[in-house]
């Protein structure tokens, strides 16, 4: 692993506790350790610059101080992400999402909240074909974005927006019902539930400081395509919310996973895909386990890590 840099970049442009989240400078599966946090923001009301799109080749921007990062291996190494060495990063939690949504065909992707795009930048990955935007509120982290999407090579397929998801300025520069896959892992906390971190960026992340849950699913909802698909992964003890904001959206969830730290401890979080204009039935699939009795990654967990199983 490399050591942390300082960087600057041209702004191309969350408990019940988080199964797993990636530890400074570490390589998963090894690194991945307790902790809690959602992926990223995309979020209302801020006081951010709002809708500038990110892209290779546009007018310079202002430079966005990136701080000490670490760069981090992902899927054997078939992705890289840098991240910030303090404050935000990345869990296991996204890279679930990611395997649960299935494999290519994907058609054209959307990450709300993307972080540092460790969900959008690995179904990429995962399908050569599918263009992808990612959306972040925050401007060092879809900073990141862009610089992530470059060193893995996938410039030429992702957009990145950098702004208030809610904000018209922003949603300009989405097309509505454009997408045949929204995927999100929003912030986690509701606000007065937790002590708020210190740390904006990872408050922002973490708590629904600028983005109610039904305030996203409504904004996904407006993203998708007929017979499109919304996959979130949430909070176990928030799945009762989650599936009433999705209904009350006109998405049907199709798809509900719970996951495990281990077999017979209680669910941490859940995978749910909801769809637009289905009449599915939802199907419950069997739990996820993330780790054996002997703390080692289950075969799944590994899959999801792009280990051998």
Known sequence: MSEPVKERAVASGPQADAVTRAGSGATPPSGLVTAAAGTGTAAAGSSEPSGEVLRSGTTPLPEVELGEL?????????????????????????????????????????????????????????DPAAPLTLVELQPRL???????????????????????????????????????????????????????N????????????????????????????????????????????????????????TRLRLVHPHEGEPAQRVLVEAQKGARAQLAIEPPLYVRNADGSYTAEARRALGEPT
């Open 70 to 126: 670490t760069c981090d291996p992902i899927l054997r190494g078939r992705l890289t992400l840098f991240q910030p060495k303090v404050g935000y990063r990345f869990s296991l939690d996204p890279l679930l999402l990611a395997d649960f949504v299935g494999p290519a065909p994907l058609g054209r992707v959307a990450d709300l909240g993307a972080g540092v795009g460790i969900v959008g930048l690995t179904l990429a990955k995962n």
């Open 142 to 196: 879809a900073a990141l974005c862009r610089k992530n999407a470059a060193h893995n090579g996938l410039t030429e397929r992702v957009t990145v927006v950098q702004g208030d998801l809610l904000a018209a300025s922003t949603q300009k520069q989405l097309p509505g019902a454009g997408f045949d896959l929204v995927a999100s892992c929003p912030p986690y906390y509701p606000l007065g539930q937790g002590g708020v």
């Open 198 to 253: 210190p740390d904006g960026e990872e408050a922002i992340a973490r708590h629904e400081l600028r983005l109610p849950l039904p305030d996203l699913i409504r904004a996904a909802r407006r993203l998708i395509g007929f017979r499109g698909r919304l996959a979130v992964v949430y909070p176990s003890n928030r799945l009762p919310e989650l599936l009433a904001a999705m209904l009350s959206c006109g998405l049907q969830p």
